[in-house]
């Protein structure tokens, strides 16, 4: 039996007043990834696309855009609560969400989205070079760009054992660490990633989602190494390149029920190289999966 034909929408959320370590700048971003969107899909021809990666015509996704979820500058719960609000009645809608940060805050917001307007257990995929476990703390509060994957797991049918982070590298918080042994949470760090290859680390990560019913698949451009994604909230070095990030995107997407790509930084960009490269994640994405594989 072939499975239907999913449809995509992007969601905007211009929104970076969580970044309250990093680089603030990601509220451009939307417009920027869009503007690179346009230079891909002019290649559609007669509702088809030529891939050169799989060397087959595929049909263009359906990709609405539905424009910006209602951000509030002066409000970050607000700001969440209606980008969540609005990645939920996508699904609900029968489409898949693609949604365009803004800073990681909407980590949460995209789990929530989708945790909303489903029933049963909700797996993350995290790409990420930090680990966004924080709880709170003074400075940045419960919510924040740190805290993205903490809250999400929090959420009632968020499924620890089926969520994976990828791309992780360097230091962090001893107590993050205990958070992580508790919690018994996934990770693939950037340098096991470039170890095992593309290939092993997708089927890591399927191995851990399958069994879950839905899949959340949230990207912080930081995952990324700075060299091929200049324009971050975050610089870290020794991150997976752009053509394992693609690769994996691609072997993901069929798999995943939401997209979100989060903390390109125009501001910090250089000649539009994140905000094209993050265009490009979206649209594989939504080109690869257009069949939803069974888990
Ligand atoms: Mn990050």
């Known amino acids: 039996m072939t499975e239907p034909t999913r449809k995509f929408e992007l969601i905007g959320a211009p929104f970076d007043g969580a970044s309250t370590l990093?680089?603030?700048?990601?509220?451009?971003?939307?417009?920027?990834?869009?503007?690179?969107?346009?230079?891909?899909?002019?290649?559609?021809?007669?509702?088809?696309?030529?891939?050169?990666?799989?060397?087959?015509?595929?049909?263009?996704?359906?990709?609405l855009d539905g424009g910006d979820a209602d951000v509030i500058a002066h409000d970050l719960l607000t700001t969440l609560a209606n980008t969540s609000?609005?990645?939920a009645e996508s699904v609900r809608s029968g489409?898949?969400?693609?949604?365009?940060?803004?800073d990681d805050c909407f980590l949460y917001a995209g789990s929530k989205g989708l945790h909303d307007?489903?029933?049963g257990a909700l797996a993350v995929i995290h790409f990420d070079a930090h680990l966004d476990v924080m709880d709170r703390n003074v400075q940045q509060g419960a919510h924040s760009q740190s805290s993205g994957m903490r809250r999400s797991l929090e959420l009632e049918r968020a499924s620890t054992e089926h969520s994976v982070q990828v791309g992780l590298r360097h230091f962090?918080?001893?107590?993050?660490?205990?958070?992580?042994?508790?919690?018994?949470?996934?990770?693939i760090t950037a340098a096991e990633f470039d170890r095992i290859g593309t290939e092993a680390a997708v089927e890591r990560i399927l191995d851990?989602?399958?069994?879950?019913?839905?899949?959340?698949?949230?990207?912080?451009?930081?995952?990324?190494?700075?060299?091929?994604?200049?324009?971050?909230?975050?610089?870290?070095?020794?991150?997976?390149?752009?053509r394992?990030?693609?690769?994996?995107?691609?072997?993901?997407?069929?798999?995943?029920d939401s997209?979100?790509?989060?903390?390109?930084?125009?501001?910090?960009?250089?000649?539009?190289?994140t905000a094209t490269l993050a265009a490009y994640l979206c649209y594989y994405f939504a080109v690869f999966g257009q069949k939803r594989a069974s888990s």
């Open 22 to 63: 990093g680089y603030p700048g990601s509220r451009y971003a939307p417009a920027r990834i869009r503007h690179a969107l346009a230079w891909i899909t002019q290649r559609v021809e007669g509702g088809e696309v030529f891939s050169l990666e799989s060397g087959e015509l595929h049909s263009a996704p359906d990709l």
């Open 85 to 87: 609000d609005r990645i």
């Open 95 to 102: 489409r898949v969400p693609i949604l365009l940060g803004g």
């Open 117 to 119: 307007a489903t029933e």
């Open 172 to 187: 962090n918080f001893p107590s993050s660490r205990a958070y992580l042994e508790d919690s018994g949470l996934a990770r």
């Open 208 to 242: 851990r989602v399958s069994g879950a019913d839905h899949v959340h698949f949230s990207f912080d451009i930081d995952a990324i190494d700075p060299a091929h994604a200049p324009g971050a909230g975050a610089l870290e070095p020794g991150g997976i390149t752009s």
């Open 244 to 256: 394992q990030a693609i690769e994996t995107v691609m072997a993901l997407a069929p798999h995943c």
């Open 259 to 273: 997209f979100a790509v989060t903390e390109v930084n125009p501001m910090t960009d250089h000649q539009d190289m």
